[in-house]
C-alpha cells in the first residue's frame, strides 16, 4: 500500500522545506537523502509529503505515509523533530 492509498491530497512536496529549514542548516535539505524510520524507504527530502494544516510542518514517507520530520517555528526558536528519521545524508563536495 502506497501513501497515495490512505493519505489526503491537501499536502505539496517536501520542497515546502527549503524555506523554513534553510533557518537551521546551512546546505539545502531538500536534496538530502532521508531514510524512514518506519519502512526504511529512501529519497530526496523533496518527495516527502508535506502538510501545512497545522502548528508548522508535517513531512510523512512518501511510501509508508509514517511521520518523517515536524517542524514548527516560534517567536524565539525552531523546533525540528526528526524521530521518524534513521538518517538524512548530505552529498559532500570532495576535499
Do not use: I, K, W
Request: with cysteine; net charge negative.
Amino acid at each position: 500500500m502506497t501513501s497515495e492509498e490512505h493519505l489526503p491530497d491537501d499536502h505539496v512536496d517536501g520542497n515546502a522545506l527549503a524555506g523554513p529549514l534553510a533557518e537551521v542548516f546551512t546546505a539545502d535539505v531538500t536534496v538530502a537523502q532521508s531514510e524512514c524510520a518506519h519502512c526504511g524507504a529512501t529519497g530526496p527530502v523533496a518527495r516527502l509529503l508535506v502538510y501545512r494544516d497545522a502548528p508548522g510542518l508535517v513531512a510523512r514517507c512518501q511510501e509508508c505515509g509514517q511521520v518523517v520530520l515536524r517542524y514548527v517555528r516560534t517567536a524565539s526558536a525552531a523546533h525540528l523533530d526528526m524521530r521518524g528519521t534513521v538518517t538524512l545524508a548530505f552529498s559532500l563536495a570532495p576535499e
